[in-house]
């Protein structure tokens, strides 16, 4: 069974960084691209970013490109997120999510296993 267990949310202001983790198992991490999602209240989830199984490929959503950054180390099968110029519209729950596979052709689809979600609060 594949377990993705999110950590690193809190509460931080405006301008500032927080860097989300996320533990994966079950299943031989380094083959598999990895993805994080957020879903604010009262939205639908939505794609943040992505990481192909190499690392070296990524995509970003428009509203995070040059403030966050997704990368992986496959040696300790954990994805990360680096957060930084925080906003407040970036308040959300954010969910680690694992493809079915090493890469994808479109970031929003193709996700097989989510994690349970680490919320992240920017307060102005």
């Known amino acids: 069974q594949v377990q993705l267990v999110e950590s690193g949310g809190g509460l931080v202001q405006t301008g500032g960084s927080l860097?989300?983790?996320?533990?994966?198992?079950g299943r031989t991490f380094?083959?598999?691209?990895?993805?994080?999602f957020r879903q604010a209240p009262g939205k639908?989830?939505?794609?943040?970013?992505?990481?192909?199984?190499?690392?070296?490929?990524?995509d970003y959503a428009d509203s995070v490109k040059?403030?966050?950054?997704?990368?992986?180390?496959?040696?300790?099968?954990?994805?990360?997120l680096q957060m930084n110029s925080l906003k407040a519209e970036d308040t959300a729950f954010y969910y680690c999510a694992g493809y079915s596979s090493g890469s994808y052709t479109d970031p929003r689809r193709g996700m097989?296993?989510?994690?349970?979600?680490?919320?992240?609060?920017v307060s102005s």
Do not use: H, P, Q
Request: proline share 0%.
């Open 66 to 80: 040059g403030r966050f950054t997704i990368s992986r180390d496959n040696a300790k099968n954990t994805v990360y």
């Open 44 to 58: 639908e989830r939505e794609f943040v970013a992505a990481i192909r199984w190499s690392g070296r490929s990524t």
């Open 112 to 121: 097989a296993y989510w994690g349970k979600g680490t919320l992240v609060t």
């Open 30 to 36: 380094s083959g598999y691209a990895m993805g994080w």
């Open 19 to 25: 860097r989300l983790s996320c533990a994966a198992s």
